[in-house]
T-cell receptor
Framework: ELKVEQNPLFLSMQEGKNYTIYCNYSTTSDRLYWYRQDPGKSLESLFV?????AVKQEGRLMASLDTKARLSTLHITAAVHDLSATYFCAVISGGSNYKLTFGKGTLLTVNP | NAGVTQTPKFRVLKTGQSMTLLCAQDMNHEYMYWYRQDPGMGLRLIHYSVGEGTTAKGEVPDGYNVSRLKKQNFLLGLESAAPSQTSVYFC??????????FGNGTRLTVT
């Protein structure tokens, strides 16, 4: 059974600081996703990471994937208040049913 | 382009009542999914479908049934609602191994 663990689950940070969210998963997978969810809203896709060493960047967010370590990171650079949200990583199961298993999410609060 | 539409947006049920949640997508996606989201639990897969006429169980299927009679629609039924089914339900679709497109969610309260 695929397990996905995120840490930290809660992150409070000041504007302008850097931080990293970690996502570990238990079995081999060939793609990993990062999503953002604002309070009371749906989930928005941020990144898809397809191979070992993949790195994607969008604005102040950068995601990377190490398939050998079964680890993905979401790095936040010089945080701003608008980044406050819950961030989920999700890993696709093997086979052709394309099931996504989600981590429990990291609630990020950026304080002025 | 509507994407993934869920109805209703909110619903309150009494214990033992039944209801159906409707998910409709207009992107011609093969794959559709129902997740539930509870505080501190992330999203957990209830049932999914890999094409019209197919359904399969996910991680937490008990107490729910689904049907995919038409490619664009995926229905989630609660046969006899229980307070433990109080949750936010999200439907999602995808054409394959690509990011899921999520609906806006249905907030269900069972009293």
């Amino acid at each position: 059974e695929l397990k996905v663990e995120q840490n930290p689950l809660f992150l409070s940070m000041q504007e302008g600081k850097n931080y990293t969210i970690y996502c570990n998963y238990s079995t081999t997978s060939d793609r990993l996703y990062w999503y953002r969810q604002d309070p009371g809203k749906s989930l928005e896709s941020l990144f898809v990471l397809l191979s070992n060493g993949a790195v994607k960047q969008e604005g102040r967010l950068m995601a990377s994937l190490d398939t050998k370590a079964r680890l993905s990171t979401l790095h936040i650079t010089a945080a701003v208040h608008d980044l406050s949200a819950t961030y989920f990583c999700a890993v696709i199961s093997g086979g052709s049913n394309y099931k996504l298993t989600f981590g429990k999410g990291t609630l990020l609060t950026v304080n002025p | 382009n509507a994407g993934v539409t869920q109805t209703p947006k909110f619903r309150v049920l009494k214990t033992g009542q039944s209801m159906t949640l409707l998910c409709a997508q207009d992107m011609n996606h093969e794959y559709m999914y129902w997740y539930r989201q509870d505080p501190g639990m992330g999203l957990r897969l209830i049932h999914y479908s890999v094409g019209e006429g197919t359904t399969a169980k996910g991680e937490v299927p008990d107490g729910y049934n689904v049907s995919r009679l038409k490619k664009q629609n995926f229905l989630l039924g609660l046969e006899s609602a229980a307070p433990s089914q109080t949750s936010v339900y999200f439907c999602a679709s995808s054409p394959g191994p690509s990011p899921l497109h999520f609906g806006n969610g249905t907030r269900l309260t069972v009293t």
